[in-house]
């Protein structure tokens, strides 16, 4: 179709520089959307199964809007509204860290008063994950901050942490934010979620609009309960095809990284749909969703259907209404994805977007392998790394470290039986492979950390590593080489030593 | 090389660009500059002091046509490239300062691009033992500022004593904090390739009513695109101080 209209249509409509991308990947075609010609692919937006859902929600208004749009409506007040145009919304969930956290609180305190209270103690959910288990004093005095905070305005979601010795003494404890924002129920479709981590995006898994923003931001919204935000135009991802059996969402996102580039989207919103996305579990969603940030996007959605309202069915109470986009929603560029052609990825040193099959990268000699993370240290991305070790037998060339995102995920580790397994935890299966016994949950080595951090790379060595950043610096050392990949991809790799496909033992 | 252009400038020089408060100082609230000088003048480079920063032109100048105040940019530029993440601007490690604290603001300005990898950017922006840098001027490439969210970065280039970036495109939180701050103009050029034509230690002046960059060291100059809006955010120091200043919130916080 229409490929060689991808380039013109982004650069001309948004005026970003002209940046070339490449369309040569037989797995993909892009082509704009701006005429009737989509009404096929369109239908399959919409699940099937429809529930009962009201006029204001689905394509039978005049002006019709793409899901970020619609959220963004509802959150403003509005009717309709276009991309490019400044709105004030209403905030239902502010996320805040370790990291930003006191820094937010200052900015509060400074610019609203020292007694003043936050705008709803019920919306705001303070996280502590980043760094959790070090002696650094001032990482240490930073979560006493969070506290103090928390218990002066009584903040009703605090996932708190006093005994640093053994997290599971700490039984409100969770772990990484954004894993831990849906484990709690805090992601629901149609609402708006802020949080001061660009991979506040992760909770788009569930058709909510989740954006990244700063302190001085979150300071504001603290007080106020909204925030002055630019509508995004969306670019749609459409993913159909049978997903092969040695891939992974990782795979999903790197592809289209690797297509549009770490300021593909720039500004925008990414929406994606087909069947290959409604095939996919939510932790899956939220690994592609996840990683929108790394292209440069705003927000990244998945449409709410039966998957998402069964993954919240125990988790919340709260009444959310999702949105779906209008058939005849404009959208700057459709990219569309036959998922079945695809091949395991990697991102070379030192970009998310330097994209190569993992096969090619065969010949790459590794030190390290980390599996963790809120991009890849969820149950399934365990269950993954663990179903590679099990085929395989053998054990592992290379430290492998495990970071569970959260205290929910290093119980799962502990107790879910693998499928096929006769029983085994993948607990039981990362021993008997070699793998360092999984740690305690937090943001880890991702982001390198104070120096005492479990995993940190303090060498400058050659890491595969399930995480979402590969800048010089990103999990420690400047001139640490860092690959980012699957988990299967990430297993396999530790099993050889090399940057590895993971089918040389998954078929 | 000097270029011809020399406008009149006033520069308060007896202004340590040390910030004494992460809460920056409104252009307006300087003391009114009193001395005129030519910008030919103010070639400095081996100043161990931040250039002379922001320059606050004198309105009283008869030959400025603008009663507004102007604001330019003057000194050595410091010259990255493409896709420059919020690690190397601040390293994950130094997270644990807190912007809001006075003296962990100016810790984190010591600490500015200390993350860049050292084989490719041997001159340090901040020299060893420095609390600011030497550098006026920050040019980069193309969605500078992209990864991490962290708001310690533009704090960090501010509280260094750089209080202008000039690259092709910005990322999108990172250009967001820089206006939310007010702690940095985050301009951006007209054309790309601005970055591979200059070299770190060139002088250069932002002007930023004029919406140009000039390399005196090169003989060249550049078009940018105009800050818009977020200027007077900017100027304001940041959506708070604005919105105090245009009568959006209550003028002084409780």
Not at chain 1, 177 to 206: I, K, M, W, Y
Not at chain 1, 274 to 284: A, I, K, Q, Y
Not at chain 1, 417 to 428: A, D, E, I, L, N
Request: hydrophobic share 35%; net charge neutral.
């Amino acid at each position: 179709m229409e490929a060689s209209h991808i380039q013109a249509s982004g650069s001309a409509l948004f005026g970003k520089k002209g940046r070339s991308i490449p369309c040569s990947s037989p797995s993909l075609v892009a082509h704009r959307c701006r005429n009737q010609s989509f009404s096929k692919i369109l239908a399959v937006m919409a699940p099937s199964r429809s529930p009962q859902r009201p006029p204001s929600t689905t394509g039978s208004v005049k002006h019709a809007m793409t899901m970020t749009e619609k959220i963004l409506a509802r959150a403003s007040e509005k009717t309709k509204l276009e991309p490019g145009e400044n709105i004030w919304v209403n905030v239902d969930v502010l996320m805040t860290h370790d990291v930003c956290g006191p820094g937010t609180i200052g900015i509060f305190k400074r610019e609203f008063g020292e007694n003043a209270k936050v705008w709803d103690r019920e919306k705001i959910v303070i996280i502590p994950d980043h760094y959790i288990f070090t002696k650094d004093e001032r990482a240490n005095r930073n979560v006493d901050i969070l506290r103090d905070f928390c218990l002066e305005q009584d903040i009703k979601y605090f996932y708190d942490i006093k005994d640093l010795g053994n997290f599971k003494a700490n039984p409100d404890y969770k772990g990484v934010c954004h894993v831990a924002l849906a484990q709690e129920g805090h992601c629901r479709p149609g609402e708006v979620l802020l949080g001061t981590d660009s991979h506040t995006c992760n909770a788009g898994a569930f058709g909510q609009f989740a954006s990244g923003i700063g302190n001085t931001d979150a300071g504001f919204v603290m007080g106020a309960g909204k925030l002055l935000l630019k509508v995004p135009p969306t670019l749609r991802f459409i993913m159909d095809g049978e997903m092969p059996s040695f891939l992974l969402a990782k795979d999903l996102i790197l592809q289209i990284i690797g297509e549009i580039s770490v300021a593909g989207a720039t500004y925008k919103s990414m929406e994606f749909v087909g069947s290959t996305v409604e095939s996919l579990s939510m932790e899956e969603r939220m690994t592609l969703c996840n990683m929108v940030v790394e292209a440069g996007g705003k927000n990244g959605v998945v449409p709410a259907d039966e998957t998402t309202f069964n993954y919240l069915e125990d988790k919340t109470s709260v009444v959310y209404q999702p949105m779906y986009s209008d058939e005849n929603a404009r959208f700057v560029q459709d990219y569309k994805f036959d998922v079945s052609k695809l091949e395991p990825l990697v991102a070379k040193p030192h970009s998310p977007d330097n994209r190569a099959l993992a096969r090619e990268c065969r010949d790459v000699k590794i030190d390290r392998v980390y599996i963790g993370s809120c991009t890849g240290g969820k149950t399934e991305d365990f269950m993954a790394a663990a179903k590679v070790f099990l085929a395989s037998g053998n054990k592992v060339k290379v430290p492998t470290f495990l970071v569970p995102a959260t205290q929910k995920v290093w119980m799962d580790l502990y107790g879910l039986p693998v499928p096929g397994s006769g029983g085994k935890t993948c607990s039981q299966i990362f021993e008997n492979a070699g793998c360092d016994t999984p740690t305690s949950p937090s943001c880890g080595a991702c982001l390198g950390g104070p120096r005492d951090t479990y995993a940190r790379m303090n060498e400058p060595q050659v890491c595969v590593s399930t995480t979402n950043r590969n800048f010089p610096g990103r999990m420690g050392h400047k001139e640490g080489q860092i690959y980012l990949a699957s988990p299967y991809t990430a297993a396999a790799s530790a099993l050889t030593g090399f940057v590895t496909d993971p089918r040389e033992f998954l078929q | 090389m000097a270029t011809a252009w020399a406008p009149k400038a006033v520069l308060p020089s007896h202004l340590p660009k040390t910030p004494i408060s992460p809460r920056r100082q409104s252009s307006s609230k300087l003391p009114i500059p009193t001395c005129h000088i030519h910008l030919k003048t103010l070639n400095r480079s081996t100043s161990r002091r931040p250039l002379l920063t922001p320059l606050a032109a004198a309105a009283a100048d008869a030959d400025l046509a603008s009663s507004e105040p102007i604001t330019s940019f003057h000194g050595l530029c410091y010259v990255l490239g493409n896709n420059i993440d919020t690690d190397q601007i601040i390293p994950a490690e130094h997270l644990t300062l807190v912007p809001s604290k006075p003296d962990e603001y100016r810790k984190l300005g010591s600490l500015a691009l200390v993350g860049l990898p050292a084989d490719s950017y041997p001159v340090p922006f901040v020299d060893p033992g420095e609390i600011t840098s030497r550098f006026s001027v920050i040019i980069g490439g193309d969605n500078f500022g992209c990864g991490s969210s962290r708001e310690h970065a533009p704090v960090a280039i501010g509280a260094s004593g750089a209080r202008v970036v000039v690259a092709e495109s910005y990322a999108r939180i990172f250009f967001r904090n820089c206006v939310a701050t007010g702690e940095v103009y985050p301009l951006e050029t007209e054309e790309i390739g601005m970055w591979k034509e200059c070299t770190t230690g060139d002088i250069v002046t932002v002007d930023l009513p004029g919406n140009r960059l000039i390399n005196h060291t090169k003989g060249k100059e550049y078009k940018l695109k105009p800050i818009g809006d977020a200027g007077p955010v900017i100027e304001a120091g940041g959506i708070f101080a604005y919105a105090r200043k245009t009568g959006m919130i209550a003028s002084t916080a409780p």
